[in-house]
Structures are given as structure tokens and as C-alpha cells.
Nanobody, 115 residues
């Protein structure tokens, strides 16, 4: 069983920055690929960024160059550094991983970007 707890969301002006964190339970964090998803009102949940256990990263095109996903295996924590935030980045952000046949999600953290 893996538990994921996000933090770091909030209200920020356009052009500002936020760093999201996702704390994981258990002893297998360093072996797990991890993702950040987001869901805006009225829209489907979308994959924003992913990182493999070895540290390789991928991003959706709309956040490339602005967001950085990273991980600290010693702290069992996943991060999402978000810079140059835009109004369209407003969403609930979720931490996710898949292990075996199971999917694990955090409770989500709200990010609101204002003009």
C-alpha cells in the first residue's frame, strides 16, 4: 500500500511560482515512476509531468520550459516546481504512481492563478 500526500498549492498571480510536494509512504519510493496530473474545472484529468525511478523526465507541451519535476528518494518526496504560471494552469494537481496492478493517487492540491 502506498499513500501519497500533496502540499504546496495556493493562490498566485500570473507570472508567479509555486512548488508542489508529494510525500510518499512505504519503502519502495525509489523504485517507482511518479507523475503529476491536473484537472481543471470542466476538463479531463491530464498528465503534466512524469519522472522515472532513474530520474528521466517528460512534460506535456504546455508546461515545457516552465515546470520541473524532481524527486528526493531519501525524503520519499516528489516535487513540481512551477514557474511563469498562467491562468490556464489553474487546476487541482494530483500526485500519482502505479505499482503492480494498482494505481495510487493523492488527495490533490488546488492551484489557482489570478490575473
Amino acid at each position: 500500500q502506498v499513500q501519497l500526500v500533496e502540499s504546496g498549492g495556493g493562490l498566485v498571480q500570473a507570472g508567479g511560482s509555486l512548488r508542489l510536494s508529494c510525500a510518499a509512504s512505504g519503502s519502495i519510493f525509489r523504485f517507482m515512476a511518479m507523475d503529476w496530473y491536473r484537472q481543471a474545472p470542466g476538463k479531463q484529468r491530464e498528465l503534466v509531468a512524469a519522472i522515472t525511478s532513474g530520474g528521466n523526465t517528460n512534460y506535456v507541451g504546455s508546461v515545457k520550459g516552465r515546470f520541473t519535476i524532481s524527486r528526493d528518494n531519501a525524503k520519499k518526496t516528489l516535487y513540481l516546481q512551477m514557474n511563469s504560471l498562467k491562468l490556464e494552469d489553474t487546476a487541482i494537481y494530483y500526485c500519482h504512481t502505479g505499482w503492480g496492478s494498482s494505481d495510487y493517487w493523492g488527495q490533490g492540491t488546488q492551484v489557482t492563478v489570478s490575473s
